[in-house]
């Protein structure tokens, strides 16, 4: 596919318009002589964001945002679902662009192939089913899963998706800029698949900092099989890898 410039492409949810001029977006920001205000400094005038949170996707993201994410930054979530994850963050004061192959119809971009200029995010979200589906998971009626991972199992979910994404987010992500990766452990056949693990290995492999790592404990209880065999699992991951420099 052909890859088009960033700003072309720019998308805010919900048909919001960008407030900031696009001559001083950071593409082409005029040089300053004040010292930018990072996103972690000012998070520090705020509450302290920490790295275990119970309850939903928003308000951990919501938090991720205060941390990581500067005035003006580029944010792609390239999964972006329902977009529940952006329920409780102002997402105004950054340029949110939002593709999903099926709940985005007029960004029905593949995560492996983005429309994308390299090294032109500062943001790489992906969040992409992350249960195998020969069965039927719970979480499908909601994001209709095994319509994107019909027949895969759990290495070709972590191959074909997650890799994917990263090596698309590697190529896009400017310097330094970060590759949220969101995450649940599976039983596979009877035994466990340590995704977060697979996950913090391979996005090793591709280049990256694994600069921080948030538990997200759900306060929904997870499915109940006839005979337990490992512990109910009701938390879930999000990494957070920064780009080394090439
Ligand atoms: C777990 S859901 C994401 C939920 C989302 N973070 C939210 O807040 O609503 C996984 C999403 O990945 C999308 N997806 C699956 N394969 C994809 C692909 N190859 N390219 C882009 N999106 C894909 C699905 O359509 C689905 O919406």
Request: hydrophobic letters at 30%; charged letters at 25%.
């Given at each position: 596919m052909k890859k088009?410039?960033?700003?072309?492409?720019?998308?805010?949810?919900?048909?919001?318009?960008?407030r900031k001029n696009p001559t001083t977006s950071i593409l082409s920001s005029p040089p300053t002589t004040k010292k930018p205000?990072?996103?972690?400094?000012?998070?520090?005038?705020?509450?302290?964001?920490?790295t275990a949170h119970k309850g939903d996707n928003?308000?951990?993201?919501?938090?991720?945002?205060?941390?990581?994410?500067?005035?003006?930054?580029?944010?792609?979530?390239?999964?972006?679902?329902?977009?529940s994850f952006w329920r409780s963050t102002d997402a105004s004061r950054f340029n949110l662009m939002a593709s999903d192959i099926l709940s985005c119809k007029d960004k029905p971009y593949d995560l492996t192939d983005l429309p994308y200029d390299d090294a032109?995010?500062?943001?790489?979200?992906?969040?992409?089913?992350?249960?195998?589906?020969?069965?039927?998971?719970?979480?499908?009626?909601?994001?209709?899963?095994?319509?994107?991972?019909?027949?895969?199992?759990?290495?070709?979910?972590?191959?074909?998706?997650?890799?994917?994404?990263?090596?698309?987010?590697?190529?896009?992500?400017?310097?330094?800029?970060?590759?949220?990766?969101?995450?649940?452990?599976?039983?596979?056949?009877?035994?466990?698949?340590?995704?977060?693990?697979?996950?913090?290995?391979?996005?090793?492999?591709?280049g990256f900092y694994a600069k921080d790592m948030f538990v997200l404990l759900s306060n929904s209880q997870p499915p109940v099989q006839a005979q337990q065999q490992h512990a109910r699992r009701n938390h879930s991951y999000l990494w957070i890898f920064e780009k080394k420099p090439q």
């Amino acid at each position: 596919m052909k890859k088009q410039k960033v700003r072309k492409n720019k998308q805010q949810i919900s048909g919001r318009t960008s407030r900031k001029n696009p001559t001083t977006s950071i593409l082409s920001s005029p040089p300053t002589t004040k010292k930018p205000s990072t996103a972690a400094s000012t998070a520090s005038s705020k509450e302290k964001v920490y790295t275990a949170h119970k309850g939903d996707n928003a308000k951990l993201i919501r938090n991720v945002c205060e941390l990581y994410v500067k005035d003006g930054d580029y944010v792609a979530d390239v999964t972006f679902g329902k977009g529940s994850f952006w329920r409780s963050t102002d997402a105004s004061r950054f340029n949110l662009m939002a593709s999903d192959i099926l709940s985005c119809k007029d960004k029905p971009y593949d995560l492996t192939d983005l429309p994308y200029d390299d090294a032109s995010l500062d943001h790489f979200v992906l969040d992409p089913p992350y249960m195998h589906t020969p069965g039927k998971p719970m979480v499908d009626k909601r994001y209709r899963n095994s319509e994107t991972t019909r027949a895969m199992y759990h290495g070709d979910i972590m191959s074909k998706l997650y890799a994917g994404g990263m090596i698309e987010s590697r190529r896009t992500l400017k310097n330094r800029g970060m590759l949220w990766v969101k995450c649940q452990d599976e039983i596979q056949s009877g035994k466990q698949v340590w995704s977060h693990i697979e996950l913090y290995n391979m996005a090793l492999a591709f280049g990256f900092y694994a600069k921080d790592m948030f538990v997200l404990l759900s306060n929904s209880q997870p499915p109940v099989q006839a005979q337990q065999q490992h512990a109910r699992r009701n938390h879930s991951y999000l990494w957070i890898f920064e780009k080394k420099p090439q």
